[in-house]
């Protein structure tokens, strides 16, 4: 059973089972399959607290001031404004929040009891056995561009149509390919990377084949995602003269030729992009390539629990690693939350390299001397300053415009995840002095 059928079912809005999912902060992969279908253990909790969540729903929709939470959860009006204040939380002028302010979710923050929404879970799941870790968010703003492949009877009730193409933008090494094929999974289409070969003139099995017969064959094969990269470079708006005997030019003419049979033939493209700007109008287009997903650098909340993943990922129960991280209580995600807070605007891959320095120096101390398993704040910062060597001038540049393509397109999807990467990347700006001019820094003051 799907989210659609279960909500329909039990008369809830699909988009209140979301928000309690975002609010509790429930993992996704114990919620849903790969292919966005009912986990047994949520499907079960959803019908056994059927009335609860119709409470939260019905809360969810009421506009309230923070005064008047206190008041519903018994709690100090202050601690209540703090949180909305940190989720940015949309208000009027009166003081009266808007809706989708939950006084459930506040309340469990708060410490209220709630224990019997995770007693249906697995807590014995470690972060190194998941799939999934936090952006629940973007998990939810995917799951919904891509309803007319998950639910046929909402497709035939609109008549809405697949999307063509689909764009995923954001700063290197912050997971692009991973959501084209969480994206893959979801609709059920192989995955099949194009290669920069595939895009010129490439032999198959002793025959030369172009990049226009190569989109032909796939046409004919059943249910495919294409995932191109560099998108941003391929697609960009060129002079005639620049246009002129480039390769890109032609792969961009051959996807625009095709691409309004597509969805007949079963075919999506998902471009993975840096940024938006420059990319051809054309391109971007009603019923081409008009869904635009941001794919952002992880918060601190979620930099904290990737650290953790990436240092347990792979390690055996009696691992010596394993030992020394349970001695320092870096077994758990609050230890990680301190240096993850240094890690402002820092990549996916940033922190995998962080994990892997840190590995080596645990180890080094450790032949050293086996009795020395401390992991000190020298150790940590030490291992931040060599992960830092990615934090280039160009990489923050690609951050700044990335912030400015989800302020011009995404920014009501996304409010709290723009304030919050704006404000981590203020910290690396130059402050001019006299006429200097602004631009970004790097330095291990910052570290």
């Given amino acids: ?27 996704i992969d114990e919620c849903f399959t790969n292919d966005f279908q009912l986990q047994p253990e949520f499907e079960k909790f959803i019908i056994e607290n059927k009335e609860f969540l119709k409470k939260y729903e019905e809360d969810l929709n009421i506009k309230k001031s923070a005064q008047e939470i206190s008041e519903k959860i ?29 006084s459930f979710s506040i309340d469990n923050q708060l410490g209220g009891n709630y224990q019997f929404v995770y007693k249906y879970f697995d807590q014995s799941n470690k972060l190194c056995h998941r799939d999934f870790i936090g952006y629940r968010d973007l998990f939810f703003y995917i799951s919904d561009a891509l309803e007319t492949f998950i639910n046929k ?29 969480k994206i893959a999974e979801i609709t059920d289409y192989h995955f099949k990377e194009l290669k920069q070969h595939y895009l010129g003139a490439t032999f198959v099995d002793g025959s030369r084949e172009s990049f226009n017969q190569f989109l032909i064959s796939i046409m004919k ?13 391929i697609m960009e708006t060129r002079t005639s003269a620049d246009a002129m005997n480039c390769e890109d030019e032609e792969t961009k003419e051959i996807v625009l030729h095709y691409i309004n049979k597509f969805e007949q033939e079963g075919v999506l493209m998902v471009g993975s992009a840096n940024f938006l700007e420059g990319i051809d109008s054309e391109i971007l287009a009603p019923g081409r390539f008009d869904i635009l997903i941001p794919v952002f650098p992880p918060n601190a909340e979620e930099r904290a629990e990737l650290l953790l993943y990436h240092m347990t990922k792979g390690l055996k129960d009696d691992s010596i690693l394993l030992e020394i991280l349970k001695e320092n209580k870096a077994d758990f995600v609050p230890f ?16 995998i390299d962080f994990t892997q320095s840190l ?42 415009q990335f912030l400015q393509d989800m ?7 996304f409010p709290v995840r723009i304030s919050t990467l704006s404000q981590e990347l203020e910290t690396y700006k130059i402050q001019p002095i006299i006429d200097n001019p602004i631009g970004f820094q790097h330095n291990a003051e910052n570290f």
Wanted: proline share 3%.
């Fill in 153 to 181: 009877v909402e497709t035939e009730n609109w008549g809405i149509q697949k999307p063509a193409g689909i764009i995923l933008y954001g700063p290197p090494g912050c997971g692009k390919i991973f959501w084209a094929k």
């Fill in 1 to 27: 059973m799907n989210l659609t059928e279960i909500a329909q079912k039990l008369s809830i809005s699909v988009q209140a089972i979301k928000k309690f999912i975002e609010d509790f902060r429930l993992n």
């Fill in 359 to 400: 590995k080596k120096k645990i180890r080094k101390q450790f032949n050293k001397n086996k009795s020395d398993k401390k992991m000190s704040e020298d150790l940590l910062n030490n291992a931040l300053r060599e992960a830092s060597a990615k934090l280039t001038p160009d990489y923050l540049e690609k951050v700044d």
């Fill in 407 to 413: 302020k011009k397109n995404n920014y009501d999807d």
């Fill in 336 to 351: 990680w939350l301190e240096i993850s807070g240094k890690m402002k605007a820092f990549s996916n891959t940033m922190l």
């Fill in 221 to 233: 094969q059943d249910h495919t995602l294409l995932f191109l990269e560099n998108f941003n470079e």
């Fill in 74 to 102: 018994n709690k100090p009006t202050e601690k209540i404004s703090e949180i909305l204040e940190n989720n940015q939380a949309k208000i009027y002028d009166n003081g009266i929040y808007k809706s989708s302010v939950s």
